[in-house]
């Protein structure tokens, strides 16, 4: 069995990477074999997780861009050709959410914002990997959602719209794809406690708040999701595609019962 978990020999491009989620599935991929290409804004954090991976003995190529410009994508795409050969797996992880209140005091620049990196951000990184996935026979696409593009969260409206784009972008492409042996599928986290969601947990009260929705009574750590993202990069899951798959202790049934 334990080759079905097995990414040796794969390549995985992975968004956000420099941090939380992003950083600990690029860890998880490398332990599996993978040999990861590590892409955010800033260089720094980067390297630094990239040194981390290959102490641990395994390969990270660091490339630092912004998903909202196709130019900075193609070129990450190169770079990680010219190293590796090619892109077998994509992990869109990078998100942004500058405005937390009511929908209606979002501004439009907020709107922009949110759209451009959470949703057309994945879109330009898938688009710019199918056609080396295409050529190596297949590949896989995990786009990170949240339970937000489920239900509706507190004071997060305009995330929550984008993550729910993120969901049916998944089902699209998935049909589109599955006939390139292209499998895509999502993730849906619920609290998990990163820098991203750190206004949640450093206010006492806010946690409470947050925890009392969670059956299992606490936010998860970005390890907890890796488990997921290992199986829907692998062979284990050869024949899911389109699904979203919730990784939230309990808290989207918690609310329908």
């Known amino acids: 069995m334990s080759h079905l978990f097995d990414l040796t020999g794969k390549v995985a491009l992975i968004t956000g990477a420099s941090r939380g989620i992003g950083e600990a599935i690029a860890h998880a991929y490398a332990d599996a074999g993978a040999q990861v290409v590590l892409s955010s804004r800033k260089q720094e954090g980067l390297d ?44 869109n992880n990078a998100a942004t959410n500058p405005h937390f209140g009511p929908m209606l005091t979002a501004e439009e620049s907020h709107w922009d914002k949110i759209v451009d990196v959470n949703v057309k951000g994945y879109f330009r990184v898938v688009k710019a990997c199918v056609p080396s996935m295409k050529a190596r026979g297949g590949g896989k696409v995990i786009n990170i959602a949240s339970i937000a593009g489920l239900e509706p969260q507190p004071l997060m409206g305009v995330y929550c719209v984008s993550k729910a784009a993120v969901i049916m972008m998944t089902q699209v492409l998935a049909a589109e794809l599955a006939a390139d042996n292209i499998q895509v599928n999502a993730i849906a986290p619920g609290f998990i406690k990163t820098k991203f969601s750190a206004a949640i947990w450093q ?39 389109g699904a979203t798959l919730l990784v939230d202790g309990g808290q989207k049934v918690s609310t329908s019962v």
Not at 206 to 230: F, N
């Open 48 to 91: 630094r997780v990239a040194a981390d991976i290959q102490a641990a003995g395994g390969e990270a190529l660091p490339i630092a861009a912004h998903t909202g410009s196709d130019e900075a994508i193609a070129a990450v795409v190169e770079k990680a050709t010219e190293a590796y050969g090619g892109i077998d797996i994509v992990v």
């Open 203 to 241: 206010n006492e009260q806010m946690y409470q708040t947050v925890v009392k929705q969670i059956p299992q009574g606490r936010m998860a750590e970005p390890e907890e999701l890796t488990g997921m993202a290992i199986y829907l990069a692998t062979a284990a899951s050869s024949f899911t595609t």
